[in-house]
């Protein structure tokens, strides 16, 4: 499809640093506890369009591996970071994902699905959109979520935690402050892309 005029195909670095920053400022939930986890359930429970990604600990050794410790999950109330390492979160993970329903819009999904996959045993994913496909389907040369956010939603989002230590005891404000901006970053992409009947 031929986007509209104000949307550039290809911006550079410094194009995009010279954005203002972009931070999702609504309500945050960290779900850590067995109430935590079914309030947030419940509010997933009733979203069409959901934006999520993931968060692993970093690995600085050759073939070491960590399982995703963070899901975070984006509806139009609030955000809601699952703290998987720290509470059995599958059975809500495995329904936000089932409900063929609800849309799920994240970045580059494949390899994460396989991450949760591999933690969650029986996790369907239905409904889920790749939003750097539906990018490259529309000609796009950038399709990471850093430069999507600045061509489609004008703003640069934060780069600065993402190599921190996300299986952490508590999580920093900072980290959860990056986690909730991707995934809200996710949702309102795939709205814009909705709009302009790219998805």
């Known amino acids: 499809m031929a986007l509209p005029d104000q949307y550039l195909r290809y911006m550079s670095r410094d194009e995009v640093n010279s954005l203002p920053v972009g931070r999702y400022e609504g309500p945050v939930t960290v779900v850590e506890s067995r109430a935590a986890l079914e309030r947030a359930q419940a509010d997933l429970r009733g979203e069409a369009d959901v934006g999520w ?22 509806g139009a109330r609030a955000v809601h970071l699952f703290r998987l390492q720290r509470l059995d979160c599958a ?24 991450a949760l996959e591999g933690t969650m045993p029986g996790l369907e994913a239905r409904a889920v959109v790749d939003l750097g496909q539906v990018a490259r389907r529309a000609g796009l040369e950038q399709t990471g979520l850093r ?8 703003v640069r989002l934060p780069k600065g935690t993402k190599t921190t ?11 959860v402050s990056y986690a909730a901006t991707d995934a809200w970053a996710c949702r309102q992409l795939y709205l814009r892309f909705r709009e302009l009947g790219m998805s």
């Open 53 to 74: 990604d993931t968060e692993t600990r970093p690995s600085f050794a050759k073939g070491e591996w960590h399982p995703p410790a963070l899901l975070q999950a984006a």
């Open 91 to 114: 059975p809500a993970v495995r329904e936000l994902f089932g409900a063929a329903q609800s849309v799920k819009a994240g970045i580059s999904v494949k390899d994460d699905l396989r």
């Open 147 to 154: 430069n999507l956010a600045a061509i489609f939603l004008g």
């Open 165 to 175: 230590n996300w299986a952490a005891s508590r999580l920093s404000p900072m980290q």
